[in-house]
């Protein structure tokens, strides 16, 4: 059974008779999952979904441009080893939804219905299905050996209409203040715009404040091309607030359930990563239960699922890695260290050759290593290093200079305590990637 899950195809293409319970079936109108890193477009085409992405005005997405106090740089992705056709692709999230949907009720062996989880159902601590609460209002439950829970994620935004991005194909973050802007197409005609406003508490739509905050504090710090459209939108008034959120991946085996999506593991949504992550999840999933005709032996299947929460590791830790690091980089601050750590990582990007290719490639999920992420994060560091140092070194200079090691260490190191150090860097030695599945 999969409650909320956008792609329950990996499990029907294996024969497993599938229950989706969906909240709300109607095309969703949602301001999140609307780009797909290269990364996670090859992961559609190992579950064979990648026709998902075709009929929908989906655009293509051949890298970043990167903009800050007005220079800018573009950053490709590292395409030339793969077929034409892998890039990514930017969509309006629903029409992408439905396309699966459509696909998933082409097998004979899915259960498609609108209802509300409202509990799960255990017995002896082991989760035997769900209670729901179907659309017109009956209260029923599903049982199934595997519950798979899935739960939507967030953010804030609005659409730009008829004009055009400084460099075609590509998204584009503007380094504003206090924090990144971006933009990417979503349609042939709509540029999806994403203001990260820092704090709890944002300024409210319903008094004005949000159109006042959008038109004095971020209009002007956009590329001109954009900032009559921008203004023209926020006139519209379709303004979208959702909170952003961040939650490392805390394994919790519940015998008979599985958590995935943003239930299980949420990064920053500044890189794009989130779908490339959820779709790498259900690959490795898919793989783990292949071998598996019954699933009904609940603990012997709990432990070895186990391997899954090690075996995910490199994709997954990499984009939530670069995603909070980016972050916390990307954005202004008083302190003069991470003033020159944010002037440092543009102008590494800007360098061209390894110094682009190499970040943007973790980015976009085709090289998921974190060994590689931590050695770029820490050249970005060491090259600010350098230019406080030269021509002459300065005693102001080795201070800032320390400082900005120590920065860096800051933002990237609680990062990775998080995620897992063991499970990151040595895999291999986790015992649980070992397990063989329980015989049937």
């Given at each position: ?155 804030v935004g609005l659409i ?158 990499t984009i939530n890695t ?119």
């Amino acid at each position: 059974m999969v409650e909320n899950c956008e792609s329950p195809f990996a499990l029907l293409q294996d024969g497993r008779r599938v229950h989706v319970i969906e909240r709300d079936l109607t095309e969703p109108d949602r301001i999140v999952g609307e780009l797909l890193q290269p990364g996670g477009y090859l992961k559609l085409i190992e579950l064979g979904l990648q026709d998902c992405v075709e009929e929908i005005d989906a655009q293509r997405v051949l890298g970043y441009a990167l903009m800050k106090d007005g220079k800018s740089t573009r950053l490709s992705y590292p395409l030339d080893k793969f077929e034409e056709d892998v890039a990514g692709r930017s969509f309006h999230n629903g029409r992408f939804i439905q396309r699966m949907r459509g696909k998933a009720a082409t097998l004979p062996n899915i259960r498609l219905e609108q209802g509300t989880v409202t509990s799960l159902l255990e017995e002896d601590g082991v989760i035997k299905g769900v209670q729901y609460k179907t659309k017109d209002g009956q209260e029923l439950k599903a049982y199934a050996p595997l519950t798979i829970v899935d739960v939507p994620s967030c953010f804030v935004g609005l659409i730009l209409e008829n004009c055009q991005l400084p460099f075609a194909n590509h998204g584009h973050v503007i380094l504003a203040d206090p924090s990144p802007i971006l933009f990417y197409p979503i349609s042939s005609t709509e540029i999806r715009c994403l203001v990260d406003v820092p704090g709890q508490k944002v300024p409210s739509i319903g008094n004005g404040e949000m159109a006042k905050y959008l038109k004095n504090n971020v209009a002007p710090q956009l590329p001109s091309e954009l900032q009559d459209a921008f203004i023209s939108a926020v006139e519209k008034g379709n303004i979208r607030t959702m909170p952003n959120r961040s939650m490392p991946a805390n394994p919790q085996p519940t015998p008979g359930a599985l958590l995935m999506g943003d239930a299980f593991n949420m990064r920053h949504p500044l890189t794009g990563g989130g779908m490339t992550v959820a779709l790498s999840d259900i690959v490795v999933l898919r793989d783990l239960l292949k071998p598996l005709r019954d699933l009904r032996d609940a603990a012997s299947l709990t432990q070895y699922l186990e391997s899954f929460y090690t075996l995910r590791k490199p994709v997954a830790s990499t984009i939530n890695t670069l995603a909070g690091a980016l972050y916390k980089v990307f954005s202004a601050s008083p302190d003069e260290a991470r003033k020159e750590m944010r002037e440092a990582c543009f102008d590494y990007l800007s360098l061209g050759g390894v110094c682009s290719s190499g970040p943007v490639a973790l980015l976009s999920g085709l090289n998921p290593r974190p060994m590689s992420l931590v050695l770029h994060f820490f050249a970005v560091a060491i090259y600010g290093v350098g230019r406080l140092l030269l021509p002459f070194p300065s005693p102001k200079g080795f201070w800032i200079g320390a400082r900005l090691i120590s920065s860096a260490s800051g933002i990237i190191f609680p990062i990775i305590k998080a995620e897992g150090v063991r499970q990151m860097f040595f895999p291999a030695t986790v015992p649980a990637v070992y397990r063989p599945p329980p015989l049937n």
